[in-house]
């Protein structure tokens, strides 16, 4: 077996989820009442069994049989009651404090650095979501209970065990530290099964929602076998590991019932010695073998609890690993200055991916852009334009070197109001499946129809808007797919157009679209760049005419800068560029 690390149990955070639980404490508390007055009524029962056989079975017949009989039923029916409330409540309890659990996950999810997602995969941190909370809701909710209830009658049945015979039970005992070391040893090993088994899931897990969320292209491929059968062999992995955890279920549980039955001969055995010998009545050796097989089933119950349990833990850590991360910077918080110019410099700036350290992308790069002024940034395919887009929203941080905007350091401004001064429309701009005016509102929640309508009019959108029977409220689907691609550019227009940013960025705004829409977009384009500062990144030449100004980028600096003419007029890499775009068209 693989060797894996084993945190130290105290490390594990149960008491997070204790003030989770805190909000829940009445119910729990009541539930716990129920709890009491249900494992109290089983623990009567053998008493009232030994009543009948002593007394109403064994003296004789009469009205007593009738009366023990009745009280039986009664008791029968506490105990139904109990447990119902019990159930009711314990389950209320632990959906809502899992419900609170998903909650802080998906929050502190939202919030980590962009470097995070980039090494985490989507599919595996929705599984931590469903699965790992939904093995932990199984312990807050009903385990716990069932704990409970196991302990209460556990010590309940074995004070009866020895009140009813010391000698009997002295015996008996003898059975139990037994099993207790048996459950202790499959514990431990489905503790480290659990971990890896979740794993294991959220792979197989992430397979589905990757090929899920791009159905289209797998479509297109034709590649809905090849899908499958990535996803059966994920599948397939987790298992041969679960397999390995179920076995040592069945084995345990398997052990647990001999245990329980060996106990039962065992009382047959020495107890009827005691019943010959007068030292015992046959009421008594009936309640004492019930009391016996409450105790044994109580043990095993334990057992199979202490296994869900390290499985739970297992769970726990990886979710509270992912709340307890403090992302690399916050994404609120810092400096919201009241106004701003639109100056943006760009010093010095070094930078890798956190994922891959070895490869530099941004080596020195240099670039000054004025209040109002529009430039096209373009270059090779890889030179480093998107990454920059990346490091001016800060999504990362800079290595080395600064980025300033109207002078200030971005890493001194708030992140989430430097993204709500910078606009982006780009050449897949992703809309959400709302309505047409809520995707238009979504970065200004607060906007009034007149003002989306204004926007939506101002970017060529309110037109085919308005022959939607729905109108505004027309829903685009997931991603907006049921817009064209023209229609979903200008909604990302618009959107930008309310914002109203000071810093605006066209990644690849116009391409991949037919003359009509690129006409109509462009236009749109035009109105939105007036009086912003505006970075236009140009993964294709032809979209740099509306600037004032071209840099080129290659390999994470910048080569050349000027305006067209000028660059057409040096011996350099734009001019190359251009020619092989020329000769290709
Ligand atoms: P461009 O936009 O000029 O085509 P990019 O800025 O997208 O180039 O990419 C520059 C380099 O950074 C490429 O070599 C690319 O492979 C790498 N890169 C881009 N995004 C990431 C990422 N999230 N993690 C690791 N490397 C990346």
């Not at 009366?67 to 506490?78: D, E, N, P, S, T």
């Not at 003898?174 to 659990?194: D, K």
């Not at 085919?464 to 829903?475: A, D, M, S």
């Not at 912003?532 to 140009?538: D, E, S, V």
Request: proline share 4%; aromatic share 8%.
């Amino acid at each position: 077996m693989k060797t894996t690390a084993k945190p130290p149990l105290s490390r594990v955070p149960y008491y997070r989820l204790l003030e989770l639980a805190r909000p829940e404490a009445r119910g729990l508390a009541l539930g716990t009442c129920f709890l009491f007055v249900g494992s109290v009524a089983g623990l009567l029962f053998p008493q009232a069994l030994r009543l009948i056989v002593d007394g109403a079975l064994l003296e004789g017949p009469s009205s007593d049989l009738d009366r023990v009989a009745l009280g039986l039923l009664g008791l029968f029916m506490v105990q139904a009651v109990a447990t119902a409330m019990r159930y009711v409540l314990y389950l209320t309890a632990g959906e809502r404090i899992v419900n609170r659990l998903r909650e802080q996950l998906y929050r502190s999810l939202l919030h980590q650095d962009i470097a995070f997602f980039d090494t985490h995969k989507t599919g595996e941190l929705t599984s931590r979501l469903s699965s790992d909370t939904a093995t932990i809701q199984g312990v807050v909710s009903s385990n716990i209970s069932v704990l409970l209830r196991n302990i209460i009658v556990l010590m309940g049945g074995v004070g009866f065990l020895l009140y009813t015979s010391l000698k009997l039970a002295l015996v008996i005992l003898l059975v139990v530290p037994a099993m207790a070391f048996g459950a202790v040893l499959y514990g431990r090993g489905v503790r480290n099964l659990a971990r890896q088994v979740q794993g294991m899931h959220g792979a197989s897990h992430q397979v589905a929602t990757e090929s899920l969320s791009a159905i289209r292209t797998v479509r297109m491929f034709a590649a809905e076998d090849t899908e499958v059968r990535r996803y059966s062999e994920a599948l397939q992995r987790a298992f041969a590991l679960t397999r390995r955890q179920l076995r040592a279920s069945g084995f345990f549980s398997g052990g647990g019932v001999f245990g329980a039955y060996a106990a039962v001969a065992l009382v047959f055995w020495y107890g009827g010695r005691l019943v010959h010998q007068h030292q015992l009545t046959v009421g008594a050796l009936t309640s004492f073998l019930v009391y016996t097989l409450l105790v044994a089933m109580a043990l095993s119950a334990l057992g199979d609890l202490w296994g869900d349990l390290m499985k739970a833990t297992g769970a726990t850590e990886r979710v509270f690993e992912i709340i307890d991360r403090k992302p690399a910077f916050p994404t609120r918080g810092g400096l919201r200055p009241e106004r701003m110019e639109g100056r943006l410099e760009v010093e010095a700036v070094h930078f890798r991916y956190p994922a891959r350290p070895d490869s530099p992308v941004l080596q020195g790069l240099e670039l000054a852009v004025n209040p109002g002024e529009a430039v096209a940034v373009v270059g090779p395919s890889g030179g480093g334009k998107s990454t920059l887009v990346a490091l001016l929203t800060r999504l990362y941080d800079p290595d080395a070197g600064r980025i300033l905007l109207d002078g200030r350091d971005l890493r001194e401004l708030d992140p989430s109001w430097l993204r709500q001064q910078t606009g982006i429309v780009s050449q897949e701009p992703l809309l959400f499946s709302c309505s047409i005016a809520d995707n238009i509102r979504y970065g200004r929640p607060d906007a009034t129809d007149a003002e989306v309508q204004a926007a939506a009019r101002a970017a060529h959108a309110h037109e085919f808007i308005q022959r939607f029977p729905e109108g505004y409220l027309t829903e685009v689907g997931e991603r907006g797919t049921q817009l064209s691609g023209g229609q979903r550019q200008r909604v990302a227009i618009a959107r930008a157009m309310l914002v109203d940013p000071s810093l605006l960025i066209l990644d690849e705004a116009t391409s991949a679209l037919d003359a009509e829409s690129e006409h109509l977009v462009k236009d749109a384009l035009e109105r939105l760049m007036k009086g912003r500062t505006t970075l236009i990144i140009a993964h294709r030449l032809s979209t740099v005419s509306g600037a004032d100004r071209v840099v080129v980028i290659e390999a994470g600096r910048i080569v050349q800068s000027g305006d067209h003419a000028t660059l057409m007029g040096e011996e350099g890499l734009y001019r190359r560029l251009v020619e092989r775009q020329f000769v290709a068209a």
